[in-house]
């Protein structure tokens, strides 16, 4: 059975900084593309970043670019995303995800099969 469970979400002011996990059982990173969503009640889910499985490239959303940082431990199966100069538009849940491909062909939900729950972020002005 997979699963996903993220960690690491909560309340950070303006230009504040969190790092979320995500660790999967039942699965292996080493087999697939790895990535972040997050959505806001009422919107879209909206793709963070995308992690290739083979080279570690990482493909960021243009929202993110330069504030977020994804990475990976194989050997601990688990996910991270770093995000840093947070803004009241990053409120959100993030989810982890990981894709029904070996390497990140886009940032689109659709490209994913595998999530986890969900983890609450909240950054106040």
């Known amino acids: 059975q997979v699963q996903l469970v993220e960690s690491g979400g909560g309340l950070v002011q303006a230009g504040g900084s969190l790092r979320l996990s995500c660790v999967a059982s039942?699965?292996?990173?080493?087999?697939?593309?790895i990535g972040w969503f997050r959505r806001v009640a009422g919107k879209e889910r909206e793709g963070v970043l995308c992690?290739?499985?083979?080279?570690?490239?990482?493909v960021y959303g243009d929202s993110v670019k330069g504030r977020f940082t994804g990475s990976r431990d194989k050997a601990k199966n688990t996910m991270y995303l770093q995000m840093n100069n947070l803004k009241p538009e990053d409120s959100a849940v993030y989810y982890c995800?990981?894709?029904?491909?070996?390497?990140?062909?886009?940032?689109?939900?659709?490209?994913?099969?595998?999530w986890g729950q969900g983890t609450r972020v909240t950054v106040s002005s």
């Open positions: 992690i290739n499985n083979k080279d570690g490239r990482t």
């Open positions: 039942g699965l292996t990173f080493r087999s697939y593309a």
């Open positions: 995800a990981t894709s029904l491909y070996n390497d990140c062909r886009s940032t689109t939900a659709t490209d994913f099969g595998s």
